[in-house]
């Protein structure tokens, strides 16, 4: 598997991964919450968590627990 992203809104946040019966779940802070913010406004580099945001999708997680809110299904088309 490929590591988790290291681009984050601060230097301590980290992505975890983990295999499910239902498939890879991402507990991240690349994503606020399934509603946005698209731009994160505390993040120190906004095309490295474009960036980031798009190498955890490649890995097609079944679901992401966002750094606030609610778990959501990612739909990659939205990036």
């Known amino acids: 598997m490929t590591p ?3 681009v984050r809104h601060t ?3 980290i992505t975890t991964l983990a295999e499910t019966e239902d498939g890879l779940v ?7 919450s399934e509603e946005g913010p698209v731009e994160d406004p505390l993040a120190s580099d906004g095309d ?3 960036a980031s945001r798009q190498q955890l999708l490649a ?7 966002p750094g ?5 299904r ?3 088309a939205r990036g």
């Open 4 to 6: 988790p992203p290291r």
């Open 11 to 13: 230097a301590e946040d």
């Open 26 to 32: 991402a507990a991240t802070h690349l994503w606020w």
């Open 48 to 50: 490295a968590l474009t």
């Open 59 to 65: 890995l097609r997680p079944s679901l992401i627990i």
């Open 68 to 72: 606030h809110g609610a778990p959501f």
């Open 74 to 76: 990612p739909d990659p």
